[in-house]
């Protein structure tokens, strides 16, 4: 399965993810949503984030030029939110996984497709 099939089979075809994008750590997108203009250094900047939560808490995490307010994060999981929208991010071995979900789902809700390819990606060496 292609980088590009992982984003349109297993995270839009949920119906919980309404954007999304697979990177690696250096920020270089592997493959992205049509119209998800996400940067490297954005991305960047959000990785960094994932071992230095502080630069969340003070900056928000900024996807594709809109900026999201930090809720909570672990070296593994980064949480935003703006209005009736969020973002979820997990970190893999060599990876990160960004998404967007947009009302009515829910946060839980994307967590969950988002973190379950994770762990899949961790499992296959990603």
């Given at each position: 399965?292609?980088?590009?099939?992982?984003?349109?089979?297993?995270?839009?075809?949920?119906?919980c993810v309404a954007k999304a994008c697979?990177?690696?750590?250096?920020?270089?997108?592997?493959?992205?949503s049509k119209g998800f203009e996400v940067t490297k250094e954005e991305l960047?900047?959000?990785?960094?984030?994932?071992?230095?939560q502080d630069l969340l808490t003070s900056n928000g995490v900024t996807l594709a030029g809109q900026r999201y307010i930090y809720l909570s994060g672990?070296?593994?999981?980064?949480?935003?939110?703006?209005?009736?929208?969020?973002?979820?991010?997990?970190?893999?071995?060599?990876?990160?996984?960004?998404?967007?979900?947009?009302?009515?789902?829910?946060p839980q809700q994307a967590a969950s497709i988002v973190e379950k390819l994770g762990d899949y990606l961790i499992t296959c060496g990603y």
């Open positions: 399965m292609s980088w590009q099939d992982y984003v349109d089979n297993q995270l839009l075809a949920s119906n697979i990177a690696g750590h250096d920020g270089n997108i592997w493959a992205q960047s900047k959000l990785i960094s984030g994932f071992d230095q672990t070296d593994r999981v980064v949480r935003a939110k703006l209005g009736r929208s969020g973002v979820h991010c997990m970190k893999t071995t060599q990876a990160v996984i960004v998404s967007i979900y947009e009302d009515p789902v829910q």
